[in-house]
């Protein structure tokens, strides 16, 4: 019987996801209880013959038009017969235990409970995982199923009953590009007091490193989506960064501005830690607020 089904939207990612998918075949949980269903929003690598050559774990492969992320997602949710989806990603391994975790903490509640997992970003892409230095997503040290804020509703290791993710109508699809589907829809379930649980012994690895000049461009996207974030809330507005001090130094400072320029060698080749912590601080805040300004001149 089915209990839990791993969502895993993917695209152009399968030379991670062979990594991934090992994972899987490594599981305590018994693979009659749980499936995977990939949504694959139409891969020009060898993402299908990837998949094919696990024919051992229980996956569903579709390849479905490029929509988007939270489009993918709710496309394999529909395909789910699992009691609960447990969200991932294809570039996020799985411990051993990473499955059966969630199966036992949604068992003992026996309600609508979302449980948050340990995720772990790596330092490198060695291969076998060097779990050197590795650093938490959620960086508190919090006990097991201590209550978090909706903000922390991260889909690389997030499970959520099923039924209630379709009340809600799972993901909104008008997030096309990079960042926030996952934390407005963690918003909306706070709004319908649905308690978010962390879940330690639950982990996963984020086998995925971004450059500096590729995490600048992912701020800048995150930026526009997060005008989408604040026309569905736009109470929201101050939490999303929009305050007025900080939008008017976005607006007044450019690339060859002397803040600019200083944060950028403070980044890239401080002395001191503090100095890179700021300088990397700034670009990606400034970024962010250019992101959105480029689509929403006028809103903000």
Same mark, same amino acid.
């Given at each position: 019987?089915?209990l839990?089904?791993?969502?895993? #939207?993917?695209?152009?990612? *399968?030379?991670?996801? =062979?990594?991934?998918? *090992?994972?899987?075949?490594?599981?305590t949980?018994p +693979?009659?209880?749980?499936?995977?269903?990939?949504?694959?929003?139409?891969?020009? /690598?060898?993402?299908?013959?990837?998949?094919?050559?696990?024919?051992?774990?229980?996956i569903?492969?579709?390849?479905?038009?490029?929509?988007?992320?939270?489009?993918? $997602?709710?496309?394999?949710?529909?395909?789910?017969?699992? !009691?609960y989806?447990?969200?991932?990603?294809?570039?996020?391994?799985?411990?051993?235990?990473?499955?059966?975790?969630h199966?036992k903490a949604h /068992?003992?509640?026996?309600?609508?409970?979302?449980?948050?997992?340990?995720?772990?970003?790596?330092?490198? %892409?060695? &291969?076998?995982?060097?779990?050197?230095g590795?650093?938490?997503q959620?960086?508190k040290? %919090?006990?097991?199923?201590?209550?978090?804020? &909706?903000?922390?509703?991260?889909?690389?290791?997030?499970?959520?009953?099923?039924?209630?993710?379709?009340?809600?109508n799972?993901?909104? @699809?008008?997030?096309? *590009?990079?960042?926030?589907?996952?934390?407005?829809? #963690?918003y =909306?379930?706070?709004q319908?007091?649905?308690?978010?649980?962390?879940l330690p @012994?639950?982990?996963?690895?984020?086998?995925?490193?971004? /450059? +500096?000049v590729?995490e %600048? +461009? =992912?701020?800048e996207?995150?930026?526009?989506s997060?005008l989408i974030?604040?026309?569905?809330?736009?109470e929201?507005?101050?939490f999303?960064?929009?305050?007025?001090?900080?939008m #008017?130094l976005?607006? $007044?400072?450019?690339?060859t501005?002397?803040?600019? $320029?200083?944060?950028?060698?403070?980044?890239?080749?401080? $002395?001191f830690?503090?100095?890179?912590?700021?300088? @990397?601080?700034?670009? @990606?805040?400034?970024?962010?607020r250019?992101?959105?300004?480029?689509?929403?001149? !006028?809103?903000?």
């Open positions: 019987m089915i839990i089904s791993v969502i895993i #939207g993917t695209y152009n990612q *399968g030379h991670l996801l =062979r990594k991934v998918l *090992g994972g899987y075949t490594q599981q949980v +693979s009659d209880q749980f499936e995977i269903i990939i949504a694959d929003s139409s891969s020009t /690598d060898n993402t299908a013959d990837i998949v094919a050559d696990f024919s051992m774990l229980p569903q492969y579709h390849c479905i038009e490029n929509q988007g992320k939270a489009y993918a $997602r709710n496309y394999a949710a529909q395909q789910a017969s699992g !009691a989806l447990l969200i991932t990603d294809a570039d996020m391994i799985p411990d051993e235990n990473f499955i059966q975790a199966i /068992d003992a509640t026996q309600d609508s409970t979302c449980f948050e997992g340990a995720a772990f970003n790596l330092k490198t %892409l060695e &291969w076998p995982l060097n779990l050197t590795m650093t938490p959620i960086g040290v %919090l006990k097991k199923q201590k209550p978090l804020g &909706w903000y922390y509703f991260l889909t690389g290791n997030v499970s959520i009953p099923t039924h209630l993710f379709h009340h809600v799972g993901f909104s @699809t008008d997030f096309t *590009g990079y960042g926030w589907e996952d934390l407005e829809l #963690g =909306r379930l706070h319908l007091n649905i308690p978010l649980l962390y @012994t639950s982990i996963n690895y984020h086998y995925h490193i971004v /450059d +500096s590729a %600048l +461009s =992912r701020h996207e995150k930026g526009k997060a974030f604040m026309a569905k809330h736009p929201l507005k101050c999303l960064g929009f305050n007025a001090l900080a #008017g976005a607006k $007044r400072i450019t690339p501005s002397c803040w600019y $320029r200083l944060a950028k060698h403070y980044a890239d080749q401080g $002395r830690q503090w100095q890179k912590k700021l300088g @990397t601080w700034f670009l @990606t805040e400034y970024h962010y250019i992101g959105a300004l480029s689509d929403g001149q !006028a809103v903000l």
